[in-house]
């Protein structure tokens, strides 16, 4: 007599199924080239100057070539506002030679050591805002390259009253061998595929550090940078803020390229963890959910699951168990191949799969718990909320004609 299966068998292959599904939807929600590029519509109306705000702290690989990138831009234009906490910052060197060799560009640097929270970049934003020249803001990570149309279009939305934010996604390149190699796919085929699934379902509740383009103006009914001073993931809360003000986050069609560095499991795993962490620190109910889009492992468990309904008599479960299991892994393999920028990275990285979906298995449990996270070698906290920040002295958004970036500097030392 053939006995009903209990219910935890159920209840595993229902957690199957859902993977497989996730797997396909994130297969069809991947665009078919590896970057967009699309020039922006203008509408008649020409775009407004820009001030790129690019927050360092550090060297970093490729950090001159990253930079370079926001260089070479065809704005017509635009001020690059460097700013670093200290005179001592390596990265001061490298904007030194960005002078040098692009005379053309308005590139200034602020050297500004006052801190106003647990969020060090945020400070360093701060500090910088004064001496942002121009009415329309982007901001920019450091690890960001760009191709030359990158202003034109991300700051094209910003011409319609109702958009308050513009964020771009990121594709990864490993740099410096195998670890590196593993972290890009943890961008490139998780990261990035879950948001263009939410995307495509409506959601507009993101904003990535890569970009994230807006008014002066917008920035100051939320009460400037002050009020992120204090939060982990002030890209997110940044965005949000916008959003309680009824105006609208926009994805860009433009994907900026990043590299992952990291060339040990520990360095590796600290950064992912910080992220994972950053996720539950907004938004509990999906990070809740994330194990689903962790494909292989629910493969494995979908495969012993139909071997094990045909060994105890369910073949009709054994059937539905092959199929989802058949069904995720072709849906995995193309995901994978719509990530590939080469046939030779396709099938590189293919064995890389299965451990970057375990790997990430073992990160959302260690990222269950855990009060901190460490960022540029600062613990910052987990938090959940901002709505204990409250506003703070702090330099304002108005650019102060009557001191210079070298005034702000001198300054700074004499403090």
């Given at each position: 007599?053939m006995?009903?299966?209990?219910?935890?068998?159920?209840?595993?292959?229902g957690?199957?199924?859902?993977?497989?599904?996730?797997?396909i939807?994130?297969?069809?929600?991947?665009?078919?080239v590896?970057?967009?590029?699309?020039?922006?519509?203008?509408?008649?109306?020409?775009?407004?100057?820009?001030?790129?705000?690019?927050?360092?702290c550090?060297?970093?690989?490729?950090?001159?070539?990253?930079?370079?990138?926001f260089?070479?831009?065809?704005?017509?234009?635009?001020?690059?506002?460097?700013?670093?906490?200290?005179?001592?910052?390596?990265?001061?060197v490298?904007?030194?030679?960005?002078r040098?060799?692009?005379?053309?560009?308005?590139?200034?640097?602020?050297?500004?050591?006052?801190?106003?929270?647990?969020n060090?970049?945020?400070?360093?934003?701060?500090?910088?805002a004064?001496?942002?020249?121009?009415?329309?803001?982007?901001?920019?990570?450091?690890?960001?390259?760009?191709?030359?149309?990158?202003?034109?279009?991300?700051?094209?939305?910003?011409?319609?009253?109702?958009v308050?934010?513009?964020?771009?996604?990121?594709?990864?390149?490993?740099?410096?061998?195998?670890?590196?190699?593993?972290?890009?796919?943890?961008?490139?085929?998780?990261f990035?595929?879950?948001?263009?699934?939410?995307?495509?379902?409506?959601?507009s509740s993101?904003g990535?550090?890569?970009?994230?383009?807006?008014?002066?103006?917008?920035?100051e009914?939320?009460?400037?940078?002050a009020?992120?001073?204090?939060?982990?993931?002030?890209?997110y809360?940044l965005?949000?803020?916008?959003?309680?003000?009824?105006?609208?986050?926009v994805?860009?069609?433009?994907?900026?390229?990043?590299d992952?560095?990291?060339r040990?499991?520990?360095?590796?795993?600290?950064?992912?963890?910080?992220?994972?962490?950053?996720?539950?620190?907004?938004?509990?109910p999906g990070?809740?959910?994330?194990?689903?889009?962790?494909?292989?492992?629910w493969?494995v468990f979908?495969?012993?699951l139909?071997?094990?309904?045909?060994?105890?008599?369910?073949?009709?479960?054994?059937?539905?168990?092959?199929?989802?299991?058949?069904?995720g892994?072709?849906?995995?393999?193309?995901?994978?191949?719509?990530?590939?920028?080469?046939?030779?990275?396709?099938?590189?990285?293919?064995?890389?799969?299965p451990?970057?979906?375990?790997?990430?298995?073992l990160?959302?449990?260690?990222?269950?718990?855990?009060?901190?996270?460490?960022w540029r070698?600062?613990?910052?906290?987990v938090?959940?909320?901002?709505a204990?920040?409250?506003?703070?002295?702090?330099?304002?958004?108005?650019?102060?004609?009557?001191?210079?970036?070298?005034?702000?500097?001198?300054?700074?030392?004499?403090?």
């Amino acid at each position: 007599m053939m006995h009903a299966l209990p219910l935890s068998q159920w209840l595993l292959a229902g957690g199957c199924g859902a993977a497989a599904l996730y797997a396909i939807c994130a297969a069809v929600a991947m665009p078919f080239v590896s970057v967009a590029r699309h020039r922006a519509v203008r509408g008649g109306h020409p775009l407004p100057a820009v001030t790129v705000f690019k927050p360092l702290c550090g060297d970093e690989p490729r950090l001159y070539e990253n930079l370079a990138t926001f260089c070479e831009q065809t704005y017509n234009r635009f001020q690059l506002l460097f700013g670093v906490s200290s005179y001592d910052d390596p990265a001061i060197v490298v904007v030194q030679r960005l002078r040098a060799a692009y005379p053309q560009v308005d590139i200034e640097l602020t050297v500004d050591p006052r801190v106003y929270g647990s969020n060090l970049k945020v400070s360093n934003l701060i500090n910088m805002a004064e001496y942002a020249w121009y009415d329309v803001f982007v901001i920019a990570d450091s690890d960001i390259a760009v191709e030359p149309d990158y202003l034109e279009t991300v700051v094209a939305p910003l011409a319609d009253a109702s958009v308050g934010v513009v964020t771009c996604l990121y594709e990864a390149k490993g740099i410096g061998g195998f670890w590196p190699r593993v972290g890009a796919l943890f961008i490139n085929e998780w990261f990035v595929p879950s948001v263009r699934i939410a995307h495509a379902a409506g959601s507009s509740s993101f904003g990535f550090g890569a970009t994230l383009a807006l008014r002066r103006t917008t920035l100051e009914q939320m009460g400037g940078f002050a009020v992120l001073r204090d939060c982990l993931a002030d890209d997110y809360w940044l965005t949000r803020h916008a959003r309680e003000l009824g105006l609208r986050t926009v994805l860009s069609p433009v994907v900026v390229a990043t590299d992952v560095i990291e060339r040990t499991l520990g360095a590796l795993w600290r950064r992912e963890t910080r992220w994972l962490r950053t996720i539950r620190s907004v938004n509990r109910p999906g990070f809740a959910f994330l194990p689903i889009s962790f494909t292989s492992p629910w493969l494995v468990f979908a495969a012993w699951l139909a071997l094990h309904g045909s060994s105890t008599g369910h073949p009709g479960f054994a059937i539905e168990m092959t199929v989802c299991a058949s069904a995720g892994l072709v849906a995995r393999v193309l995901l994978h191949a719509r990530c590939a920028h080469a046939s030779r990275s396709f099938w590189r990285d293919l064995p890389l799969v299965p451990l970057r979906d375990g790997l990430l298995a073992l990160q959302w449990l260690g990222a269950t718990v855990g009060t901190h996270v460490v960022w540029r070698g600062s613990r910052v906290p987990v938090t959940s909320s901002v709505a204990s920040v409250t506003p703070l002295a702090a330099p304002g958004l108005t650019p102060n004609p009557n001191r210079s970036i070298v005034d702000a500097m001198e300054t700074s030392d004499g403090g």
